[in-house]
């Protein structure tokens, strides 16, 4: 069957003119395809098109090329008063340059802060995530990746990622200090960020807070680095700090990513903050799942406590429990292990591949009214992490909400699942016949 193809330019007529100082951006839309109702509609009301000065602005602040629009925005079209179609550009990740829909409805994105490591992917993402740990201790301090010494502060390494990756990839830069600083202070920081990566890209990457506080932080720095309360001896204010943090970077006009959601129960009460990005974490999760189970059927096998005493050693070890903790009875060490694993599905299909989690926070966003929001999945390892989550994207409940999504990872492990072992097989022939060998 075929289809009729309409352009803004097909609008055109000597009754329908583009705004005389605006024929040069408009010219950066003619091609933008119009629904066929919406072409009857429009051909009977439009008198003129131009563009909005949002789009004059975004056109400007990227020195963006003749006859396009740039990477990551969508375009959309308002009719105004007298007549008047403006063209505007609304920052969206899902969109390349000229309005076009990136390959897939589900986003990448890469954990790194090393410009040298994102180059080679920086076309294939639509967001980067970094936060200190990544700066500092992955990248600026560390001689193998930091090659030569060349980057010395962080502004110059994010100066560099977002030449990088230019305008279509958002940057997630998370804050310093959510704990010694006051508002005014955190949101300098914000700005500084903003003027730098500019507010189409930024976005403020908040951490969730739980017991850690103003007053207990230090805890984490010295000694067994080890906080003295567990980690549900929470007061309202400081579980929510984080929460708050966010809202009022909302506010102020910043996107947030809302981070280290590691246990689906968290993840509502993370949407109230009104994150652009919230985040779903499943590596340790998994591990820490397995570790437990193992345990457990060896002790089913064999009655040796030694098994519990293992999984109260992880407990207090990833903090489950605190140090006052650390001699809890092996009764109730076995039954917080089978609870939790109860809790996540890991003896059936729900949860056996440590996903349940996504699984249960993609249903969380079936009923947000955040529609602009987006999951990340993030923190993966291992040789099934992604494939199984690449699986989870194909069951039919999610197919509605896969435009949702971002994965995010160290460039690294995405750039593994690029490959298998056919690949050799085959490069192996082929090289071999074109370089006239059997």
Request: negative net charge; contains cysteine; charged residues 30%.
């Amino acid at each position: 069957m075929n289809t009729v193809s309409c352009t803004l330019n097909t609008l055109l007529n000597d009754d329908v003119l583009v705004i005389e100082d605006q024929k040069k951006d408009v010219a950066r839309v003619l091609d933008f395809n119009l629904p066929l109702e919406e072409y009857d509609f429009l051909k009977k009301h439009v008198k003129k098109i131009g563009v909005t000065k949002e789009f004059e602005r975004v056109i400007s602040t990227f020195k963006t090329p003749d006859n396009e629009t740039p990477d990551g925005f969508k375009i959309e079209c308002r009719l105004e008063a007298n007549g008047v179609l403006r063209a505007d550009l609304i920052r969206d990740i899902s969109y390349e340059k000229n309005g076009k829909k990136r390959p897939t409805n589900v986003l990448y994105s890469a954990d790194s802060a090393n410009p040298y490591e994102v180059a080679p992917i920086s076309k294939m993402i639509a967001n980067l995530t970094c936060n200190p740990g990544i700066i500092y201790d992955l990248f600026i301090n560390n001689p193998k990746a930091n090659v030569g010494n060349l980057f010395k502060t962080r502004d110059e390494v994010m100066e560099e990622i977002g030449r990088i990756l230019g305008p279509g990839s958002d940057i997630s830069v998370e804050l310093n200090d959510p704990f010694g600083k006051s508002d005014s202070e955190l949101l300098e920081e914000a700005a500084k960020f903003r003027e730098m990566l500019t507010d189409y890209r930024v976005v403020i990457k908040v951490p969730h807070t739980g017991p850690v506080t103003k007053e207990n932080v230090s805890e984490l720095l010295s000694g067994d680095k080890k906080l003295s309360r567990a980690c549900t001896d929470v007061t309202t204010e400081s579980a929510f700090r984080g929460h708050n943090l966010a809202l009022m970077l909302q506010e102020n006009g910043y996107r947030v990513n809302f981070t280290l959601m590691f246990e689906p129960y968290q993840t509502a009460l993370a949407l109230q903050a009104k994150p652009y990005f919230v985040n779903s974490f499943v590596r340790h999760r998994l591990m820490q799942s397995e570790m437990m189970d193992l345990s457990l059927k060896q002790f089913n096998a064999t009655g040796n406590v030694k098994c519990i005493e293992a999984i109260r050693d992880m407990f207090l070890e990833k903090d489950y429990i605190a140090m006052d903790q650390a001699n809890m009875d092996l009764i109730s060490v076995k039954k917080m292990a089978e609870a939790i694993l109860k809790y996540r599905h890991f003896d059936d299909a729900e949860g056996s591949d440590g996903l349940d989690g996504v699984r249960h926070n993609l249903r969380l966003f079936k009923n947000t009214n955040l529609d602009d929001s987006r999951l990340i999945i993030c923190s993966m390892e291992g040789e099934l992490n992604y494939p199984d989550i690449d699986k989870l994207l194909m069951e039919k409940e999610f197919e509605d909400l896969i435009h949702r999504v971002v994965i995010t990872a160290e460039p690294n492990y995405l750039a593994r699942f690029t490959s298998c072992n056919q690949v050799v097989s085959y490069q192996r022939r082929f090289m071999n016949a074109a370089n006239g060998q059997k």
